[in-house]
């Protein structure tokens, strides 16, 4: 079967450095996406990762161990507006995109 | 104006009304899709439009049917819906088979609420 993980809840303080887990079983594998998504608001894209290794994006890095099935976004100096949730998903063998089930982020002063 | 619109972004119905979600995207793309959203689950793919036709239905209930006239526009219509379909249904669009990932844009979605 195919199944994502990833923690339900985190917290974490203004200014500090948070590391959200994906880990993953699924039927193919094409590509691992990260997207934030405000309460009420559209879930908007962050990064995407194809091959192992660390990509970078400002204060947004994603890293993808694909035979570890493992993956996570680093978020360094957060700030108030990065509480979200963040979801991980998989593009499998048919190109459709796998959802987990997303970790909400709690920033704190 | 925004990629991705949707409306409307609320909406309360009985079980016996029929309504509809209508969904729009100025992004120039190929693919639309239809998701829904509960607390604490994982995104719900529904459906599925590339070039305007129909390429997945994941297991939905008729009570859902969907429509998509041109490539820049997808409706979802809504009939005798069951208070389990409350929801946020989520529009998404992305341009497919490019070659490049296929990053899909997101509108803000339709909350609702069925009574």
């Known amino acids: 079967g195919q199944n994502i993980d990833q923690p339900t809840e985190m917290t974490a303080t203004e200014g500090a450095i948070v590391q959200i887990n994906c880990t993953y079983q699924t039927s193919g594998f094409n590509g691992l996406f990260w997207y934030q998504q405000h309460a009420g608001e559209a879930p908007t894209f962050l990064s995407y990762n194809v091959l192992d290794g660390l990509e970078e994006k400002g204060r947004f890095s994603s890293f993808l161990s694909r035979s570890k099935g493992y993956s996570y976004l680093l978020l360094k100096e957060l700030q108030m507006k990065d509480s979200a949730s963040y979801l991980c998903a998989i593009m499998d063998s048919n190109y459709q995109l796998i959802w987990g089930a997303g970790t909400k982020l709690i920033i704190k002063p | 104006e925004t990629g991705v619109t949707q409306t409307p972004r609320h909406l309360v119905m009985g079980m016996t009304n029929k309504k509809s979600l209508k969904c729009e995207q100025h992004l120039g793309h190929n693919a639309m899709y239809w998701y829904k959203q509960s607390a604490k689950k994982p995104l719900e793919l529904m459906f599925v439009y590339n070039f305007k036709e129909q390429t997945e239905n994941n297991s939905v209930p008729s009570r859902f049917s969907p429509e998509c006239p041109n490539s820049s526009h997808l409706f979802l219509h809504l009939h005798t819906l069951q208070p389990e379909d409350s929801a946020l249904y989520l529009c998404?669009?992305?341009?497919?088979?490019?070659?490049?990932?296929?990053?899909?844009?997101f509108g803000p979605g339709t909350r609702l609420t069925v009574l």
């Open positions: 998404a669009s992305s341009q497919a088979g490019t070659g490049e990932p296929d990053t899909q844009y």
